[in-house]
T-cell receptor, first 110, second 112 residues
Framework: NAGVTQTPKFRVLKTGQSMTLLCAQD?????MYWYRQDPGMGLRLIHY???????AKGEVPDGYNVSRLKKQNFLLGLESAAPSQTSVYFC?????????FGPGTRLTVL | GENVEQHPSTLSVQEGDSAVIKCTYS??????FPWYKQELGKGPQLIID?????GEKKDQRIAVTLNKTAKHFSLHITETQPEDSAVYFC???????????FGQGTILTVHP
């Protein structure tokens, strides 16, 4: 099993550009999450999903959109990237409480 | 919403010493408290967790204690080894959807 995978691993964007981060899990988990990690601030929840076709806002949802069209995939979109969105993004999935994390995507917005 | 405070932000110990990281939480409804270890360039990985109906849990050199009255929980690592060097995060959850609120993280360095 691959667990949780994320693509791409690295990306550099210019302000105003858009992109989509892909998260995939092969553990048949219902719950999936997107976090951002910034120095000294831990991991903050952006959006989450409790099942295929559902999404909900987390702690810092502004500037991001998500979709969960298939149970195994959770997409995070940035419609118009801003320098404040420079961060490391982690996806996670869970059956109940224990969350399994992907390796992260390092995004830089210039 | 939930707020989790973690201390210290950095911790440096000699190999063989013990390390203690402490967290406090604000929401009395929180009932699940995991600890994650994050190595450089990787995603966080669960190392131990505790539920609100338990006061202490051990797994080899790692233990977690929970004081529900005071709303704090702690991670204890005994006989530290250089491979324990990493960033450690505490978290708390109070909903059935498994949403976690993380502390700010502790950078642990174990010197040989």
């Amino acid at each position: 099993n691959a667990g949780v995978t994320q693509t791409p691993k690295f990306r550099v964007l210019k302000t105003g550009q858009s992109m989509t981060l892909l998260c995939a899990q092969d553990m048949n988990h219902e719950y999936m999450y997107w976090y951002r990690q910034d120095p000294g601030m831990g991991l903050r929840l952006i959006h989450y999903s409790v099942g295929e076709g559902t999404t909900a806002k987390g702690e810092v949802p502004d500037g991001y959109n998500v979709s969960r069209l298939k149970k195994q995939n959770f997409l995070l979109g940035l419609e118009s990237a801003a320098p404040s969105q420079t961060s490391v993004y982690f996806c996670a999935s869970s059956f109940y409480n224990e969350q399994f994390f992907g390796p992260g995507t390092r995004l830089t917005v210039l | 919403g939930e707020n989790v405070e973690q201390h210290p932000s950095t911790l440096s110990v000699q190999e063989g010493d013990s390390a203690v990281i402490k967290c406090t939480y604000s929401d009395s409804a929180s009932n699940y408290f995991p600890w994650y270890k994050q190595e450089l360039g990787k995603g966080p990985q669960l190392i131990i967790d505790i539920r609100s109906n338990v006061g202490e849990k051990k797994d080899q050199r790692i233990a977690v204690t929970l004081n529900k009255t005071a709303k704090h929980f702690s991670l204890h690592i005994t006989e530290t080894q250089p491979e324990d060097s990493a960033v450690y995060f505490c978290a708390a959850a109070s909903t059935s959807y498994g949403k976690l609120t993380f502390g700010q993280g502790t950078i642990l360095t174990v010197h040989p």
